[in-house]
């Protein structure tokens, strides 16, 4: 396996541990999918698809602030529509923070999914609003 893949993996079962920490009723188990659907877990409870995405700043990038949301694997298989899954939690690794944020506040005006989002506010943008793990409950 890919070392990226890999440190996708650690955010994912980042957001596991939290999880599993958050709730008290078994009926919102985390499911993960046999295939590539799109989203790394379904709770079980309300069928809510949950999309876990690592982000680290880095220099190296022209903007370190924002974090890409194109289809990685499968050789990418296109952009999201917005279908794919209901929650975004973004996993940011320097403070170990999670943050969950709707699909349909990520859209566009046009109602068209972006291929890229800015985490933390800057003066362009407003970053992403944290609607915490109580969203998806």
Not at 24 to 45: A, R
Not at 59 to 65: I, S, T
Not at 109 to 121: K, L
Request: proline fraction near 4%.
């Amino acid at each position: 396996m890919k070392p990226h893949r890999l440190r996708g993996l650690a955010s994912e079962y980042a957001f596991a541990k939290e999880w599993y920490e958050f709730i008290d009723d078994e009926k919102y188990q985390l499911i993960s999918p046999t295939i590539d659907n799109g989203y790394d877990f379904k709770i079980d409870g309300n069928n809510k698809l949950i999309q876990v995405k690592r982000f680290t700043p880095s220099d190296k990038r022209y903007n370190p602030n924002t974090l890409d949301l194109r289809r990685k694997r499968n050789k990418g298989t296109g952009n999201y529509t917005g279908k794919e899954f209901d929650y975004l939690v973004v996993h940011n690794t320097t403070n170990d923070d999670l943050i969950v944020v709707s699909v349909d506040n990520l859209k566009n005006d046009d109602g068209t999914m972006p291929t890229s989002v800015s985490v933390c506010p800057t003066r362009k943008s407003k970053g992403l609003i944290n609607e915490g793990l109580q969203a998806l409950l």
